[in-house]
């Protein structure tokens, strides 16, 4: 059933956007930053959103909006100039072709993608459709379904928040659309292209993205996760009041709420290194959380992908499964990669010496089977330095499993 987002709600939103991330997705304090503006004014000609699922949308053509790059560039931004842009330039070529947009969809669970694909539906007076293209935040476009569904991602915006657009347009080498291989070739060429342009100083790091543009048709088959969003505002919903408030707490919420058989792959450690490199688009860092005598080491690209625990001799969680911090004691308990590491590779001081505990879950069946989704994620571990298979958390657990509290 399709219901209304106001300012107030987009704070929940982001948090359980966040925790949903798998430490990407955005940095929290971006998507507030966005959130703070959401007033009905000179920029917004409302203060409400509507969510709709995929099931009720049928009212015309969607579009996936998002912002593109490292997630300490976009903490800057007030208003979501980039994504608004780009959204345009694909409603007004719609429109020449007598098609009309009606929505749009958030890339990825997130704090960020989630924000900003409200305040775009706000802003054009457009409604979200209650899914997204993964259940998770991703580093690359390849990872997302809308890539596996074979949507054709003509056109691509790609906006500076100063306003230059960038049109890209990789031309298929056989029919006007191109065949089934094109179309997975596709998505790999158009993130290759688009990440050096977000490098170049008008862009300063990141950038607007529309692209994916989906008939009522090819909406479900496109988006066969579905509900993350409301997922996401019903998790922040508890953390704000209460019910969700220990590492113990969620594990038992992500169960009874969400059906994800979560498991603490570490309890209680406490935050003790960080780096971080930002380029081409990407924060690329690790995070070191000791706990007993052991040592863990986070390793994402903008989102967790690894973690390796240093007594073992292979990873613990490996992506697509998702992963994600719960800071125990007092203040907030969810934090992406960017929130937990500063600009300057340091750690936030706002954790301190509380307890982080790191929590995982098995990835969306959609991401898990054999294809382009799944071979993009090997692809990205594979330059992290991990060279081999596929093993689902179940079997990398079933080892080392720990209790969380």
Sequence with gaps: MAYELNKEDLEPLLLGGAFFGSGGGGTIESARHLAAHFVAGDYYPTDTVRVVPVEEATDGAAVMVAYLGAPEAINSAIYPLGPVTAAQNVQSRLASQGTKLAYVMPPESGALGFTVAALVAAKLGLAVIDADGAGRAVPS??????????????????????????????????????????????????????????????????GGLAMWVMKPADIRRATPIHGTLTRALELGRALQSGRVKSAQQMVQYLAEQCGLAARAVLHAGELVSAEVDTSGGFDVGKIRIRAAEQTYTMIYQNESLLVWDSARPQPVVMAPDSIAYFVGGDGQSIFSNGDLVNDDGSLNPAVGKRPVTVIAWRAEAELRKPGLNLDSFMDSLNTLGYLGPYVPLEAHLSSHQGDAS
């Design 141 to 206: 476009l390849p990872m997302l379904t809308f890539a596996a569904a074979e949507i054709d991602p003509r056109p691509a915006f790609l906006v500076s928040q100063g306003g230059l657009s960038v049109e890209l347009n990789v031309t298929p080498r056989d029919s006007s659309n191109g065949g089934p291989n094109h179309q997975r070739d596709v998505s790999a060429i158009v993130e290759q292209m688009m990440r050096p342009v977000v490098t170049d100083p008008e862009f300063g790091q990141f």
